[in-house]
């Protein structure tokens, strides 16, 4: 018989179905029916909702917790994020709008860590649900890419201005390769970047759910990814890609030789193929779309000025004092370009440092370090996902998407879900 549904099951359900669709409803409120609150910190309202219902469920099993060492770094994280905020003299802003992007989806992890099993249906079931979401999100802007074209988002309230986007401002309809004239793939979502850490999600979940991964439908679905990954023109993303494809290739050489040889060297050809030929294709254009001058000398300018902070302060800045909740706390009537090469060193790694210091980094590592380790023997497909992630942190700010880390995380924290 199945459970009538619980609220910890219900806000579940509803995160896995709202947030694929985030962007698109939260600008059409916003910039389209000029709602500008109605959508305002919805993922974080759902998440207090989330641990009440815990509470709840442990108080009416009369159960308490318990803690490993995974949580316990969680927590010493979180608490020693703090401290040496208000330590730096610093208050309430930096530490809410710090910890929304440092703390969010790690408090969110421990809950379902530890309410996963107050669930009234299968993990499966949520899985499911889940993968028709980003199904229908990804449909969706495929048919906005090659169907509709990007001007068809003006309608949704999207912004006209390409590539062009402000702190709490319009989201553009889409962005420019620059000195190419090419359109980067983005679907619905905010930026090509996003698009790529959502398609990795996708694939995470689809190959994951298959039983049989040797199957041909699995190298085609992946083939299709790759050519959208492809299209958003992200350097980060294709070197999370292949840095996850190598270090699961070298974990894993002899399984898949020996139960998924045809499979392997398929993808492997149409993966050399592929390259091969977007190469001759756009052989004109190819150092627009992989060099791109500006782009390489500006993240690196700003990485450089980052480690720069970090040396001259090793200890600690403080939350918020790095990375993108600068926006939200800065005392400054414009933000100029260089208040934000200061403040934006282009990497989630280098912002752990300047933020926390060497010990609030080294924080940071041991919890991903831990997940990796539990996660690898459970989901080879997640791990896969994971690294490429973590690899594309160490060139942009890509967890700043903190409803995409959501779904990153929903299904590793019912994966390491406490027994």
Same mark, same amino acid.
């Given at each position: ?18 947030? %694929? ?138 912004? %006209? ?171 400054? %009537? ?42 690898? %023997? ?42």
């Amino acid at each position: 018989m199945q459970q009538p549904l619980n609220t910890f099951t219900f806000i579940t359900k509803l995160l896995v179905i709202l947030m %694929p669709f985030y962007v698109l409803i939260k600008v059409f409120f916003e910039f389209q029916l000029w709602i500008p609150y109605f959508w305002l910190a919805i993922k974080e309202w759902l998440i207090v909702v989330l641990a009440w219902a815990l509470v709840y469920e442990l108080w009416k099993h009369k159960e308490l917790p318990k803690l490993d060492w995974l949580d316990l770094s969680i927590i010493a994280y979180i608490v020693y994020g703090i401290w040496i905020t208000l330590w730096n003299g610093l208050w309430l802003d930096n530490i809410f709008y710090g910890g929304r992007y440092d703390f969010f989806f790690l408090i969110v992890f421990t809950l379902y860590r530890h309410g996963s099993k107050y669930l009234t249906v299968a993990p499966k079931e949520i899985l499911v649900l889940w993968a028709w979401s980003m199904c229908i999100s990804i449909f969706i802007g495929t048919l906005v890419k090659f169907r509709f074209w990007e001007e068809i988002l003006l309608h949704l309230g999207f912004s %006209p201005y390409t590539s062009n986007w402000t702190f709490n401002g319009w989201i553009p309809n889409y962005h420019w390769l620059e000195n190419s004239g090419i359109r980067r793939f983005s679907g619905i979502l905010e930026s090509p970047n996003s698009m790529w850490f959502f398609l990795i999600l996708f694939a995470s979940l689809f190959v994951h759910l298959q039983k049989k991964k040797n199957e041909f439908y699995v190298g085609f679905f992946l083939c299709f990814i790759l050519a959208m990954i492809l299209i958003t023109y992200s350097r980060s993303a294709m070197l999370g890609v292949g840095t996850a494809f190598g270090i699961l290739f070298l974990l894993n050489i002899k399984t898949l030789y020996n139960n998924y040889r045809k499979l392997l060297i398929g993808t492997i050809i149409v993966w050399v193929c592929t390259a091969a030929g977007l190469g001759y294709v756009f052989q004109e254009k190819m150092k627009s779309i992989v060099l791109r001058t500006s782009s390489t000398t500006g993240h690196f300018e700003r990485m450089g000025i980052g480690i720069d902070r970090f040396i001259e302060k090793p200890l600690w800045h403080g939350l918020a004092e790095s990375g993108p909740a600068f926006r939200n706390v800065i005392d400054t %009537p414009e933000i100029t370009k260089e208040i934000e090469e200061y403040y934006i060193p282009e990497s989630w790694f280098i912002q752990q440092m300047i933020e926390g210091g060497i010990i609030f980094f080294l924080l940071f590592c041991a919890i991903y370090i831990q997940i990796l380790l539990k996660l690898y %023997p459970i989901s080879i497909a997640f791990t896969g996902g994971l690294i490429a992630v973590l690899v594309m942190n160490i060139f942009l700010h890509t967890f700043e998407a903190t409803y995409l880390s959501i779904l990153l995380f929903l299904y590793i924290w019912l994966l390491l879900k406490k027994a």
